[in-house]
């Protein structure tokens, strides 16, 4: 079910600021905390967010080149970030389970290696 009526448009994680898209998606500081650990573990250490934004927004996942592991596209590990916060996010809304950087990192990093090993049974085929 769709919550009626918002209250507020503070954002519903941290109260702190109205939302619009990219607070939902970046700038709140838990997907911030997110896109941080993203950047670390699967980017070019020099990424920045706004990069990341720019990459998304545009399609031109060119400035966005490098990833330690192999297998896998960075634009990949994009938008499986993506749908990760949006699936944190909407269960923050319906079931009011707390968003946690950290379980979302943990997300990520196995629908990641998930991704390279379907990936690497299709090239087999």
Request: hydrophobic share 45%.
């Amino acid at each position: 079910m769709m919550p009626a009526v918002f209250e507020s448009s503070l954002c519903p994680v941290c109260l702190s600021c109205n939302e619009d898209t990219s607070h939902l998606l970046f700038d709140c500081p838990s997907k911030e905390m997110v896109w941080q650990g993203v950047i670390f573990e699967f980017l070019w250490p020099t990424t920045s967010i706004a990069d990341i934004k720019e990459a998304l927004l545009s399609l031109d996942f060119s400035d966005i080149w490098y990833c330690p592991i192999t297998g896998i596209s960075p634009y990949k590990i994009l938008i499986i970030t993506l749908s990760q916060i949006r699936l944190a996010r909407m269960r923050f809304i319906f079931d009011k389970i707390v968003i946690v950087p950290e379980a979302i990192m943990v997300n990520i990093r196995s629908t990641v290696h998930q991704t390279v090993d379907e990936d690497r049974i299709h090239s087999l085929l």
